[in-house]
């Protein structure tokens, strides 16, 4: 068995892909439009996993954007999506300076929650061993729900 791809609905597809690949650096590698079922699907894949992703579109995550209107709600019924990154006081930092809250900082070095546009949880993990801990985020509480 081999896992694939994590499927998210998303409301605004280029708010979503602003979120995934510019902010967290996510890579399109392929996009389905269907107008008989009115669905664009997008399937983003980690750069460290991108040679892997393209030639067996696992793992990936993909973005199912339907034309018509629908509100989507309970974006944490399946948990969270968690990405490994080289520095996350770096990355957070950025978010946070893109308008992003940062729900549970990375107090410890090692781990911090934030919300995509559509309200789903992405759990960022320190690749190695857990950065020392520091200010800003030693002090900061969490906000909201993750």
């Known amino acids: 068995m081999n896992f694939l791809h994590t499927m998210v609905r ?10 995934y690949c510019d902010l967290l650096g996510l890579v399109e590698i392929k996009r389905k439009e269907s ?12 750069p460290g996993q991108l040679e892997q992703a393209k030639e067996t579109f696992s793992p990936t ?11 989507y709600t309970g974006g944490r019924n399946f ?5 490994a990154v080289d520095d ?13 809250t940062i ?7 090692h781990m911090a929650f934030i ?5 789903i949880s992405i759990e960022l993990l320190q690749k190695d061993e857990p950065l020392p801990p ?13």
């Open 10 to 19: 998303v409301k605004d597809l280029d708010a979503s892909l602003k979120f």
């Open 61 to 71: 995550i993909e973005l199912t954007y339907n034309w018509d209107t629908e509100d």
């Open 35 to 46: 107008e008989k079922g009115r669905f664009t699907l997008v399937f983003l894949a980690a």
């Open 88 to 100: 996350i006081y770096a990355l957070c930092e950025k978010i946070q300076q893109a308008g992003v």
């Open 115 to 119: 919300q995509s546009p559509d309200g």
């Open 103 to 109: 729900n549970r900082p990375p107090r410890c070095g």
């Open 134 to 146: 520091q200010e800003p985020w030693l002090s900061m509480p969490n906000t909201g729900s993750w």
């Open 79 to 83: 948990g969270h999506l968690a990405f």
